[in-house]
Nanobody, 124 residues
Framework: QVQLVESGGGLVQAGGSLRLSCAAS????????MGWFRQAPGKEREFVAAINWSGSTRYYGDSVKGRFTISRDNAKNTVYLQMNSLKPEDTAVYYC?????????????????WGQGTQVTVSS
């Protein structure tokens, strides 16, 4: 079993930045892909970013391209999401996800483990 714990969420003004962290523990799959998703009230869970084990492949959702950056530190079993130029529409609960597969996916169904989420609120 893998446990994922997100941190770094909070309240920020539009145009500001936040960095989310996701620490994995338990039976970690160091070569698996990792991803970030988000869900706003009344909306479906949305893909944000994903990364493979080496960091050589990174995917981003269209709404965050150029503003968010995903990275990982395998020695620390941690994945990060640097969020810059935040907008009110980025407000959501952000979830970290781990995939046992090495293939990077944008589909929620591809991921095997999920964190509890961290709230990000961007004020206008």
């Amino acid at each position: 079993q893998v446990q994922l714990v997100e941190s770094g969420g909070g309240l920020v003004q539009a145009g500001g930045s936040l960095r989310l962290s996701c620490a994995a523990s338990g039976r970690t799959f160091s070569r698996g892909a990792m991803g970030w998703f988000r869900q706003a009230p009344g909306k479906e869970r949305e893909f944000v970013a994903a990364i493979n084990w080496s960091g050589s492949t990174r995917y981003y959702g269209d709404s965050v391209k150029g503003r968010f950056t995903i990275s990982r530190d395998n020695a620390k079993n941690t994945v990060y999401l640097q969020m810059n130029s935040l907008k009110p529409e980025d407000t959501a609960v952000y979830y970290c996800a781990a995939d046992r597969s090495t293939v990077v996916s944008m589909r929620t169904s591809a991921y095997d483990y999920w964190g509890q989420g961290t709230q990000v609120t961007v004020s206008s």
